[in-house]
């Protein structure tokens, strides 16, 4: 044997008794526990944004028929529509509909220019007609979007509120 091979054989077997020497000493140590995030934050998590992909979904469904600053009544319905289905993502998640999931709602209310007047003005807009209306529908489609086994079409109540809203306004 020659003594580059011999070389060879000592460093290879000097890194083979390095690494069982560290894997002994790590079995002899205790294992580090990790920080982990409680189970109701990753709910709450998962259910932001659960609600922020509804209102992406929506606006692309609605696409041009999407209220605008000069419909009161269908941006009404819009935003309480949006309520109802984000308490129901909030049930399926097991967490409390709060702040945390009304802020994607709240960021459509300020870009249609509706978000003065704080929390009374989103209890004004959830008392009027379109309202409840779009509370009860968003409810609905809401139970529906979360339901596992649901076949029909996600989030039809608001596109069918939009299309008769659009026929009436050409007669």
């Known amino acids: 044997m020659d003594l580059q091979t011999l070389c060879i054989i000592v ?3 000097g ?12 079995a002899k140590r205790p294992t580090v526990q990790r920080h982990r995030l409680p189970k109701e934050t990753i709910a709450l998590d998962d259910a932001l944004g659960k609600v922020n992909e ?22 009404r319905f819009y935003i309480a529509y949006l309520i109802g289905v984000a308490r129901e993502i909030a049930k399926m998640n097991g967490v409390a509909y709060g702040p945390a999931l009304e802020t994607p709602i709240r960021m459509e209310m300020i870009r249609l220019g509706i978000a003065e007047g ?54």
């Open 11 to 13: 460093i290879i077997g």
């Open 15 to 26: 890194a083979i008794a390095m690494l069982v020497r560290a894997t002994a000493s790590a």
């Open 54 to 75: 509804t209102v992406r979904i929506v606006q692309e469904l609605l696409g041009t028929r999407a209220p605008g600053r000069r419909d009161p009544g269908g941006t």
């Open 118 to 171: 704080g929390p009374e003005a989103l209890a004004r807009l959830l008392a009027s007609e379109e309202g409840e209306n779009g509370l009860a529908s968003g409810e609905l489609d809401g139970r529906d979007a979360c339901a596992g086994n649901y076949a029909g079409p996600y989030f039809a109540r608001i596109q069918s509120y939009f299309e008769s809203a659009a026929v009436s306004d050409d007669d």
